[in-house]
């Protein structure tokens, strides 16, 4: 589980692999503390990208192992 902690309440999230494919979509419930399921996803390094409610997006790179 991969735990997004902010002060900004995040609305949306995608998460892509190296490739650029995206993997996984969702959206936040709207704390600020959130989380996403990615015990699907194969070992690799990934891009998370969360949307906020004013349309501003951010990348981080993550590492599943």
Request: proline share 2%.
């Given at each position: 589980?991969?735990q ?5 309440v995040h609305t949306?999230y ?5 490739n ?6 969702g959206?936040?419930a709207?704390?600020?503390q959130?989380k996403i399921?990615v ?6 390094t990934?891009?998370l990208r969360?949307?906020?409610n ?5 990348n981080?790179?993550?590492?599943k192992e």
């Amino acid at each position: 589980v991969l735990q997004v902690n902010s002060t900004t309440v995040h609305t949306g999230y995608s998460v892509m692999d190296m490739n650029g494919r995206l993997v996984l979509k969702g959206n936040f419930a709207g704390n600020s503390q959130n989380k996403i399921d990615v015990s699907e996803l194969p070992v690799g390094t990934y891009v998370l990208r969360t949307v906020d409610n004013s349309g501003s997006a951010q990348n981080i790179q993550f590492v599943k192992e």
